[in-house]
């Protein structure tokens, strides 16, 4: 079994809806998820999740306070800090899929629960205080 792997999110909220991606890859290829990745060694997590959320969204943001913390155990054992965070300037950036998502896009709130998400993805947003 290897070491835990750190992991960042985003839970980017403009104009009430979340910034979304669908997993272009393993794990959970082809489901819904806020868009983020692993932390490279000697990088901070602020500048990880800058990084991940550009690499596959393309959209810029600002990081907010850590909204919580999510487990996977297993082969590979993940440890998932989502952050609150906010697009860069003031204009509706529109996302563009990169990296590993197959799609990227704002969804309305009210929409999120219609897509086929990650396992325990609204549970965990909604435990969080996050209304999808």
């Known amino acids: 079994m290897s070491d835990p792997q750190i992991v960042v999110g985003g839970v980017i909220l403009n104009r009430g809806a979340l910034l979304m991606v669908k997993r272009g890859e393993e794990p ?4 819904w998820s806020v868009p983020g990745g692993r932390v490279e060694p000697g990088e901070y997590l602020s500048a990880a999740l800058i990084r991940e959320v550009r690499e596959e969204t393309g959209v810029d943001v ?3 306070p850590l909204l919580g913390i999510f ?18 300037g003031d204009r509706h950036h529109q996302p563009l899929a990169g990296d590993d998502a197959a799609e990227a896009r704002w969804v309305p709130l009210n929409e999120v629960a219609k897509l086929d998400c ?3 993805f609204l549970e965990t947003l909604r435990g969080w205080g996050v209304e999808v």
């Open 62 to 64: 600002e990081v907010g």
């Open 28 to 31: 959970n290829k082809g489901l």
């Open 118 to 120: 990650t396992p325990r």
């Open 71 to 88: 487990e996977v155990v297993g082969d590979p054992h993940y440890v998932i800090l989502d952050f609150m965070g906010t697009v860069s």
